[in-house]
């Protein structure tokens, strides 16, 4: 079982900006694929984004160009930059880690985002 650790949600005003970090309790960093999905109220989850090993991302049709994911191997963290942030863009945001050969999900206790004006 892997542990994730999320921080850096919050209430922001439409257009503002937000990050959110998430760090990963893991031996071997690299051996994860690592991002984020988001569910808002009465809907399903979605993917926001995601990054491998090496740097390859993937990000959810919604949110392309407004928001960029990186990863550190040194700190074993994921972070989630939001920009020009629209009030669809509320839910709960999980950060998640899977690892490329057992190919189980670990999902972190989420963070709420809020934008409203």
């Known amino acids: 079982q892997v542990q994730l650790v999320e921080s850096g949600g919050g209430v922001v005003q439409p257009g503002g900006s937000l990050r959110l970090n998430c760090t990963a309790e893991?031996?071997?960093?690299?051996?994860?694929?690592v991002g984020w999905y988001r569910q808002a109220a009465g809907k399903e989850r979605e993917l926001v984004a995601t990054?491998?090993?090496?740097?390859?991302?993937n990000y959810g049709d919604s949110v392309k160009g407004r928001f960029t994911i990186s990863r550190d191997y040194g700190k074993k963290s994921v972070y989630l930059q939001m920009n020009s942030l629209k009030v669809e863009d509320t839910g709960v945001y999980y950060c998640?880690?899977?690892?490329?050969?057992?190919?189980?999900?670990?999902w972190g206790q989420g963070t709420q985002v809020t934008v409203s004006s």
């Open positions: 893991v031996t071997i960093f690299s051996l994860y694929v």
């Open positions: 998640y880690a899977m690892h490329i050969l057992e190919r189980q999900f670990n």
């Open positions: 990054i491998a090993d090496g740097g390859g991302t």
